[in-house]
């Protein structure tokens, strides 16, 4: 058994939890926060059997699409004045960290 950890944009968060449902995978969600932009986040804990983590990861990949997106940002000029501006990132695709599981039970 594995344990698939995928940290995935709100934003895609809907797509990805209907695409894995729609191909049998059971998924915990957990809203979670990104510590760079500060931005909402969804991680979803999956365990499945070593054979389907290939799968779960292509449905994670087909669901959560990087993209580009302004945000605000803040930057000094003198001593304690600053001024918002936009800068453009690249926010989206998702984050997976897949270990071994020693034990899973269904209780």
Do not use: W
């Not at 934003?11 to 191909?23: H, P, R």
């Amino acid at each position: 058994m594995k344990l698939i950890y995928a940290i995935v944009n709100s934003d895609d968060s809907n797509a990805v939890s209907s695409g894995l449902t729609q191909n049998g995978f059971f998924a915990t969600k957990l809203a979670s926060t990104g510590g760079f932009l500060m931005a909402g986040n969804t991680t979803f804990l999956i365990c499945t059997e070593e054979e389907n983590v290939d799968r779960a990861i292509s449905i994670i990949g087909e669901h959560s699409k990087k993209r580009k997106q302004m945000v605000s940002s803040t930057a000094g000029y003198g001593l304690g004045s600053y001024t918002p501006f936009p800068v453009e990132v690249t926010v989206g695709g998702a984050t997976i960290i897949v270990t071994d599981v020693e034990r899973f039970e269904k209780l």
